[in-house]
Every structure is written in structure tokens, then in C-alpha cells.
């Protein structure tokens, strides 16, 4: 049996993945108890122990994981996609860290991947390109809606692959926390952060040596007049206040920058207030005078990004 890429969130034993239940083998226990995690019947796994939770659901509601769903599928962000699937399939194709000749396979974790759209887009690379793609978050009800979509693209690890579907990435949904990955040590050839935590030592401890890091956040100017019609005052983002925490473990290899002019009809703006975190920031009066305004003239705001490429430092 091949040494699995998975630990037991409960005593760090293997954990070897399986249809039904995957389930460590208690050989790191104390007692030697082995552990059992159920697949769910959309197809991920949770490996969410009750005392890493710190509320009783964590991580994005389902309001929030809907409006998120219908912003993007309005192709808003779609800039942003392509750029990070783009720098992915460069990294990956022309590094001399990935030699497909010599059967290493490649290995990704997408952390705090949401429902899974930039997720997605990964996967659509195949396998030429990464072999097993993880999607983690805390979210229980993001990870169904990102396992579902892959269920029926018969991408999920279980799933036997059809001769047109030879080469698909085999997906690996999980409710997780980012502080306490399941992951074997030096395991994963890369991780993608898009809009979520920044934990360095935790990714300094799954990432194998010269693996990379993809960080995407908003850059200075995000939706400014968003922000300046919800907020009496506005905080610029610091999109690059993290760099120095990586510093001990990472080298920046390229920043990069895109930005797309939004033109935001009544509801795609209400969908993009409920999915960041103006949601709660801004005051209800404030957002309800912005929605009535925008009931007769579309609304115009400009996203911009920064993705920062790094690598971690051999030792």
C-alpha cells in the first residue's frame, strides 16, 4: 500500500483514504486506536475535530457561499482564475521540482477553497499537470457544495476513471482547519491561498522543499467606491503585511497584478456585499442607501488583485 498523503487529525497515525470511511491506523495512539471518518454521501470527508472548532459552525455561512456562488458564475472574477491558473500550469510544466518522467506525482493543496471556484479551475488542468488536488476549508457547507460539483464531474479520488477521463485530476474535499492540516510533512508540492489565512509554519510543514506558494489578495484601490460609499472611513488594503512572516520560510519569486472594471446590477452588488466582509462591517443603513441607488443606475467599481508567487527555502 502506498504511504498515503493523509494523517488523523486525533493522534497524527496515517490515514489511509477509502470509498467509504477512510481510517487511520492508531500506530502513533497511545492505546493503538484507530480512528474512522465517514465519506459523506456528497463525497468529502470531515476532518474537523470538535476541539479545533472555535464556534459551532465555522468558516463562511450559507447565505454567504450562495451569493458568492452567483456572483462569480457571472464571470466577475474570472480575470483573476485565469491568471492563477495560468502561473499554476507555468510553475508546474516547466520546473525542474516536477519530473513527471520520474513518477512524482504532483500534489496541491487549495486552502480555505470556499465552494470551489478557483478550485475548479484547477482540476480542469488534468493531470498532466497536478495529480491529486486537495481542497480544504472549515466551511462544512462550502466543501458540500465544492463536492457535489465534483462528484458530477467524476472528479473525486474515489470515482473510477472512464477512458475520456483518463487523465482527471482526482479531487480531495475536506472540512479541515488550516492551523492543523491532515497532511503528512513535506507532502504537498504546492499550496494556493486565494482570499484566506496566511499560517507559515503550517505551510512550511506540508510543502516539500522548493514546493510553492500562490497567495491572492486584494490590492490597494479594491472596490473603492464600494467601500467608500459604505464606510465614513476607508482603510486601504495591505495587501503585502504577511511577506515579512514568510520571510524565514519562503522566497518571493513574482508578484502580479490584475484588475477588471465591474459594472454591478441591484442584486450582483447585494451578492458581493453578503459575500466579503462589508457585510457586517458596514452599517445596515449605509448598504440599504447604497441598494436603493443602484435600483435605477447600475453601479461601477473596479476589482483589483495581487498574487504573490513564492517558494519555500531549502534547507
Known amino acids: 500500500m502506498p504511504v498515503s498523503l493523509f494523517i488523523c487529525p486525533l493522534c497524527q497515525s496515517p490515514l489511509q483514504p477509502a470509498a467509504n470511511t477512510w481510517r487511520c491506523d492508531g500506530s502513533l495512539h497511545p492505546k493503538q486506536t484507530s480512528h474512522p471518518f465517514d465519506v459523506a454521501r456528497q463525497g468529502y470527508v470531515n476532518l474537523l475535530p470538535v476541539q479545533q472548532k472555535k464556534s459551532k459552525a465555522p468558516g463562511d455561512s450559507q447565505e ?31 520546473d525542474e521540482l516536477i519530473d513527471k518522467q520520474d513518477s512524482k506525482p504532483v500534489n496541491w493543496l487549495d486552502i480555505g477553497c470556499g465552494e470551489g471556484y478557483y478550485t475548479q479551475a484547477m482540476a480542469q488542468m488534468g493531470s498532466d499537470i497536478i495529480d491529486t488536488l486537495i481542497a480544504a476549508d472549515i466551511s462544512k457547507p462550502a466543501v458540500v457544495e ?34 492543523h492540516l491532515p497532511l503528512r510533512p513535506h507532502s504537498m508540492t504546492g499550496i ?8 507559515p509554519e503550517a ?47 519562503f522566497t518571493l519569486v513574482e508578484t502580479c497584478r490584475v484588475s477588471t472594471d465591474l459594472t454591478l446590477s ?6 458581493l456585499m453578503t459575500m466579503t466582509p ?3 462591517r458596514a452599517r445596515s443603513e449605509k448598504r440599504q442607501a447604497l441598494l436603493a441607488a443602484v435600483e435605477t443606475a447600475a453601479f461601477s467599481t473596479e476589482a483589483k488583485f495581487v498574487v504573490y508567487i513564492l517558494q519555500k527555502t531549502s534547507v
Open 146 to 179: 465544492l463536492a457535489k460539483v465534483s462528484k458530477l464531474a467524476g472528479r473525486l479520488w474515489y470515482q473510477p476513471r472512464q477512458e475520456d477521463t483518463a487523465k482527471t485530476t482526482s479531487v480531495y474535499p475536506l472540512v479541515t482547519s488550516a492551523a
Open 266 to 271: 441591484a442584486g450582483n452588488l447585494a451578492d
Open 203 to 249: 505551510f512550511d510543514n506540508v510543502l516539500m522543499d522548493g514546493g510553492y506558494l500562490i497567495i491572492a489578495k486584494p490590492d490597494i484601490g479594491h472596490l473603492a467606491t464600494m467601500r467608500d460609499a459604505l464606510f465614513d472611513d476607508v482603510r486601504e488594503h495591505d495587501s503585502d503585511k504577511f511577506l515579512q512572516e514568510l520571510a524565514p520560510y
Open 64 to 94: 454567504s457561499i450562495d451569493a458568492r456562488k452567483r456572483f462569480l458564475n457571472h464571470g466577475h472574477y474570472a480575470l483573476l482564475q485565469n491568471l492563477i491558473s495560468q502561473k499554476m500550469t507555468e510553475l508546474l510544466s516547466n
Open 192 to 199: 494556493s491561498s486565494i482570499f484566506s489565512p496566511i499560517l
Open 278 to 280: 462589508y457585510a457586517y
